[in-house]
């Protein structure tokens, strides 16, 4: 994003541009794999590159407000990085990560006064030193409030025009 012209960060301020640029965005930062969740009380969206076993895995599993990362979402703004610890209560899930190559990463939760969203960003290689946890945090958190107001634009404008809890994002 550093040589990004300004009429390129200025798109990036409507969700369907913002959904586009994702890969790419998440590609510059030195990660291959995202998620990202926007919940809110009439709607609930997610897009990611996820691989489809972990997907699956996800799914046979599901989400509960025990698993880690969803509880920590829940409650916290601060990063929360991927690592055997952090599943130390579903070593289940964090074998079933490793093997998708879900290793090295952190989520960054994102909340105001009606919604809340994550966006996870991980790779298969390369642990998170602490430096690089500080060096990316302000563009990841940049990032996902960038994600999280144009999800919160996008959901009030087309409210009117959708079925609630009507999925719009990609996968």
């Known amino acids: 994003m550093k040589n990004w012209t300004a009429l390129q960060r200025q798109r990036l301020i409507e969700l369907p541009d ?3 640029y994702l890969p790419l965005l998440i590609k510059d930062l030195g990660f291959c794999f995202y998620a990202y969740t926007f919940i809110h009380p009439c709607q609930q969206d997610s897009t990611t590159n996820y691989p489809a076993r972990w997907l699956a895995h996800c799914e046979r599993h599901g989400h509960s ?3 880690p990362i969803d509880a920590h979402c829940r409650t916290s703004r601060l990063p929360l990085l991927w690592t055997a610890n952090t599943f ?3 070593p289940e899930s964090w074998a079933a ?3 998708c190559g879900l290793r090295h990463g952190w989520v960054q939760p994102l909340h105001d006064q009606q919604s809340r969203s994550s966006l996870s960003i991980l790779r298969p290689h390369v642990c998170i030193s602490t430096q690089e946890l500080y060096e990316k945090a302000a563009q990841v958190m940049w990032l996902g409030e960038q994600l999280h107001r ?3 634009r996008f959901f009030t404008r087309s409210n009117n025009n ?3 809890g009507t999925s719009v994002y990609r996968a």
Do not use: G, R, T, W
């Open 162 to 164: 959708q079925a609630p």
């Open 18 to 20: 913002l959904l586009d």
């Open 97 to 99: 990560a490793q093997e």
């Open 88 to 90: 130390h209560n579903s």
């Open 150 to 152: 144009a999800s919160m």
């Open 65 to 67: 407000p025990h698993e």
